[in-house]
Nanobody, 121 residues
Framework: VQLQASGGGLVQRGGSLTLSCVAS????????MGWYRQAPGKERELVAA???????DYADSVRGRFTISRDNAKDTVYLQMNSLKPDDTAIYYC????????????????WGQGTQVTVSS
């Protein structure tokens, strides 16, 4: 499975960005998909996740501002980010769990390359 993320960039405080991640390869082996982020000097944290059936989970820090969605026909997961803050600055990684891992996933097996999101104050 390969995950290709895109959509990062530089935005001002209060602005919006949408990240996309397209999966390819053995798509049938994918269960949940999600986004992690890692800021300089901080541990990687789960931002949002979505199951195959559309159940979602969010970090408290982004709930109400970010929306994760999934288009199974296009093998794509999106992260709509609104009301962005400087604290949201990080590298965002697309991820997916293996089928039958369950919900919420105990681990994510597949990772894409990161995409940088920078929020200026």
């Amino acid at each position: 499975v390969q995950l290709q993320a895109s959509g990062g960039g530089l935005v001002q405080r209060g602005g919006s960005l949408t990240l996309s991640c397209v999966a390819s390869g053995r798509i049938a082996s994918i269960d949940a998909m999600g986004w992690y982020r890692q800021a300089p000097g901080k541990e990687r944290e789960l931002v949002a996740a979505i199951s195959q059936l559309g159940t979602t989970d969010y970090a408290d820090s982004v709930r109400g501002r970010f929306t994760i969605s999934r288009d199974n026909a296009k093998d794509t997961v999106y992260l709509q980010m609104n009301s962005l803050k400087p604290d949201d600055t990080a590298i965002y990684y697309c991820t997916a769990s293996r089928r039958f891992t369950g919900w919420p996933p105990s681990r994510y097996a597949y990772w894409g390359q990161g995409t940088q999101v920078t929020v200026s104050s």
